[in-house]
């Protein structure tokens, strides 16, 4: 009979003794200890050991020391300092007065937690797709002889019927798609390159990553970057064409000429969008009844807006030149007004956590940065109205013209406008000429969904600004009244949710413009800026009751 003692492969020993079974864990010099060899650990002299039982291993987190208080962990960040850490005395200094801090445990948690999805997702969903991708160009190139092989034979018997008078002819086309079949390998091989480039690094963030998790130091794990922005923008699929030869009939005085051409090599990209559905992890599926979690009151009596800040804040604004921020138990953190003193008409938070509004009174986008509120856009016989930040980083803004005949949509870069989506292939408005507010969201395929109330539509448009469809109304006997969206959000799922405030209610469409269902409980009263966190959990705000409602809408 096999010994259990030796056998049993799950069976952790004492790396003291070597011998007896473990009992229990020193959290700061992560040692395996029985109940028999404790004492002996801890007898060093050393005053930092934490013994703690086996299961709860690696549970006690390891906080930075305070560079002005040596004495003291840094158990809190200052948001007022660019997050930096402080402990409990630096809380009560001058240098901190009246700023606001969080709790260094809760934010370790949330980034470890976005670590876990980071991971996931570039194991699960990113780096597929890159190993995809460099199989096929792969399989181009292994293609490719094959492929200029056939192109020469065809080539080659129309020479035959040539002869002798051809041959200078053939020797020199010969030559020319020697050239073009070298161009084309080389664009395959620079662009499989360029993708195992990333793949490399993908393994090393995934790497780096797997030591982050595993660790519980606090100063890596806060100070971690999610890259899941630049490695999700996906290279564009490279169409490199098979030039082709077309044979003509011949003629001795024009033998060059009317041997036939080759077609220059036509080199295309076609855009490459990750799908979310490829990760089955990533699914999530309606809830049958959506639920309330928390309603936060802002006091306003017109509410117009709200964005998130981050899990536990959300910005809000209405008929006022107040700013609010609050946390979800509905506690004010922060008040802003306005450089104008007149309400904004939209806010906005960019992948900095920088608030931005715009400013109808000034023709003016601006960020409000540290307190101090900077210009980033001025316009000229345009109002900026409706704000949205895509995901790499640019500003899509729906604006009206001073005489409010005309409405369109302008994406920036920074300070610089990079396109504009006013009209569709036959020269229409896609969007009603008026001053009524236009919400707009990008969707997770780069869709460009905006709310026109005066038109009682979606209109989605492609990253191009093409037109891909408008959404009018769902037909419903308890619907009855007019439908005139305002606010517009997206989820995980590339779902679409827009607020139909006259029938008090949320329409649910999926990315293509099909209705899937309302959300009509919840109590919900004239709702109408929407968002949504990085949880799927939806803000709704209620215009005259001037609450902001938070609702799970998905299992």
């Given at each position: 009979?096999?010994d259990?003692?030796?056998?049993?492969?799950?069976?952790?020993?004492?790396?003291?003794?070597?011998?007896?079974?473990?009992?229990?864990?020193?959290?700061?010099?992560?040692?395996?200890?029985?109940?028999?060899?404790?004492?002996?650990?801890?007898?060093?002299?050393?005053?930092?050991?934490k013994?703690?039982?086996?299961?709860?291993r690696?549970?006690?987190?390891?906080?930075?020391?305070?560079?002005?208080?040596?004495?003291?962990?840094?158990?809190?960040?200052?948001k007022n300092?660019?997050?930096?850490?402080?402990?409990?005395?630096?809380?009560?200094?001058?240098?901190?007065?009246?700023?606001?801090?969080?709790?260094?445990?809760?934010?370790?948690k949330?980034?470890?937690?976005?670590?876990?999805?980071?991971?996931?997702?570039?194991?699960?969903?990113?780096?597929?797709?890159?190993?995809?991708?460099?199989?096929?160009?792969?399989?181009?190139?292994?293609?490719?002889?094959?492929?200029?092989?056939?192109?020469?034979?065809?080539?080659?018997?129309?020479?035959?019927?040539?002869?002798?008078?051809?041959?200078i002819?053939?020797?020199?086309?010969?030559?020319?798609?020697s050239?073009?079949?070298?161009?084309?390998?080389?664009?395959?091989?620079?662009?499989?390159?360029?993708?195992?480039?990333?793949?490399?690094?993908?393994?090393?963030?995934?790497?780096?990553?797997?030591?982050?998790?595993?660790?519980?130091?606090?100063?890596?794990?806060?100070?971690?970057?999610?890259?899941?922005?630049?490695?999700?923008?996906?290279?564009?699929?490279?169409?490199?064409?098979?030039?082709?030869?077309?044979?003509?009939?011949?003629?001795?005085?024009k033998?060059?000429s009317?041997?036939?051409?080759?077609?220059?090599?036509?080199?295309?990209?076609?855009?490459?969008?990750?799908?979310?559905?490829?990760?089955?992890?990533?699914?999530?599926?309606?809830?049958?009844?959506?639920?309330?979690?928390?309603?936060?009151?802002?006091?306003?009596?017109?509410?117009?807006?709200?964005?998130?800040?981050?899990?536990?804040?959300?910005?809000t604004?209405?008929f006022?030149?107040?700013?609010?921020?609050?946390?979800i138990?509905?506690?004010?953190?922060?008040?802003?007004?306005?450089?104008?003193?007149?309400?904004?008409?939209?806010?906005?938070?960019?992948?900095?956590?920088?608030?931005?509004?715009?400013?109808?009174?000034?023709?003016?986008?601006?960020?409000?940065?540290?307190?101090?509120?900077?210009?980033?856009?001025?316009?000229?016989?345009?109002?900026?109205?409706?704000?949205c930040?895509?995901?790499t980083?640019?500003?899509?803004v729906?604006?009206?013209?001073?005489?409010?005949?005309?409405?369109?949509?302008?994406?920036?870069?920074?300070?610089t406008?990079?396109?504009?989506?006013?009209?569709?292939?036959?020269?229409?408005?896609?969007?009603?000429?008026?001053?009524?507010?236009?919400?707009?969201?990008?969707?997770?395929?780069?869709?460009?969904?905006?709310?026109?109330?005066?038109?009682?539509?979606?209109?989605?448009?492609?990253?191009?600004?093409?037109?891909?469809?408008?959404?009018?109304?769902?037909?419903?006997?308890?619907?009855?009244?007019?439908?005139?969206?305002?606010?517009?959000?997206?989820?995980?799922?590339?779902?679409?949710?827009?607020?139909?405030?006259?029938?008090?209610?949320?329409h649910?469409?999926?990315?293509?413009?099909?209705?899937?269902?309302?959300?009509?409980?919840?109590?919900?009263?004239?709702?109408?800026?929407?968002?949504?966190?990085?949880?799927?959990?939806?803000?709704?705000?209620?215009?005259?009751k001037?609450?902001?409602?938070?609702?799970?809408?998905?299992?």
């Amino acid at each position: 009979i096999m010994d259990p003692r030796t056998s049993a492969q799950d069976v952790h020993r004492c790396d003291l003794c070597e011998t007896a079974i473990v009992h229990s864990y020193c959290d700061f010099c992560h040692v395996n200890l029985c109940m028999s060899c404790i004492g002996k650990h801890i007898s060093d002299g050393y005053d930092k050991h934490k013994i703690v039982p086996f299961q709860e291993r690696r549970s006690t987190l390891v906080y930075p020391k305070c560079r002005t208080h040596p004495q003291k962990n840094c158990d809190l960040l200052c948001k007022n300092c660019d997050n930096v850490f402080v402990c409990s005395s630096c809380t009560a200094s001058e240098q901190h007065r009246e700023h606001l801090f969080v709790d260094v445990t809760e934010v370790y948690k949330t980034k470890k937690n976005n670590i876990e999805k980071d991971t996931e997702e570039l194991k699960n969903l990113i780096s597929p797709k890159y190993k995809e991708i460099a199989m096929d160009l792969e399989n181009q190139l292994a293609n490719l002889d094959g492929g200029y092989e056939k192109l020469t034979t065809t080539m080659s018997k129309q020479g035959e019927q040539w002869h002798r008078e051809i041959d200078i002819v053939i020797n020199k086309m010969k030559t020319d798609i020697s050239d073009i079949k070298e161009k084309h390998k080389d664009i395959l091989q620079k662009h499989l390159d360029e993708i195992k480039q990333i793949q490399s690094l993908i393994k090393q963030t995934l790497l780096a990553l797997k030591e982050i998790e595993k660790s519980t130091a606090v100063a890596p794990t806060i100070e971690y970057n999610s890259k899941i922005r630049e490695f999700s923008k996906l290279p564009p699929e490279l169409q490199v064409k098979l030039p082709t030869y077309i044979p003509k009939p011949i003629d001795r005085e024009k033998l060059y000429s009317l041997f036939g051409q080759i077609t220059p090599l036509s080199t295309a990209t076609k855009e490459n969008v990750l799908s979310q559905n490829q990760a089955n992890t990533l699914v999530r599926e309606l809830l049958d009844e959506p639920e309330l979690v928390a309603t936060i009151q802002t006091g306003y009596k017109e509410l117009l807006g709200v964005t998130c800040l981050d899990e536990d804040g959300v910005w809000t604004h209405g008929f006022t030149k107040k700013i609010k921020c609050f946390n979800i138990n509905g506690s004010l953190l922060q008040t802003i007004g306005t450089k104008s003193g007149k309400r904004p008409n939209d806010i906005v938070v960019n992948s900095d956590g920088d608030l931005l509004y715009s400013d109808w009174k000034t023709r003016t986008v601006n960020k409000v940065k540290n307190g101090q509120i900077e210009e980033l856009i001025r316009l000229q016989g345009w109002a900026p109205f409706n704000l949205c930040v895509t995901s790499t980083g640019d500003l899509l803004v729906t604006m009206y013209s001073n005489d409010k005949t005309q409405s369109k949509v302008v994406r920036y870069s920074g300070s610089t406008e990079k396109q504009t989506i006013q009209f569709d292939d036959e020269g229409k408005p896609l969007y009603s000429g008026n001053s009524y507010e236009k919400y707009i969201t990008e969707n997770r395929n780069h869709d460009i969904c905006v709310t026109d109330h005066e038109a009682g539509a979606v209109v989605v448009v492609y990253q191009d600004g093409k037109l891909r469809w408008r959404y009018t109304v769902h037909p419903s006997a308890t619907k009855n009244k007019p439908f005139n969206p305002y606010g517009i959000t997206t989820d995980s799922q590339s779902r679409i949710l827009t607020a139909d405030i006259y029938n008090h209610c949320i329409h649910i469409l999926d990315q293509n413009g099909q209705f899937l269902r309302y959300i009509d409980n919840c109590g919900l009263e004239d709702p109408f800026g929407l968002c949504v966190d990085n949880n799927d959990n939806l803000f709704v705000c209620e215009y005259y009751k001037g609450n902001v409602k938070k609702i799970k809408f998905l299992r």
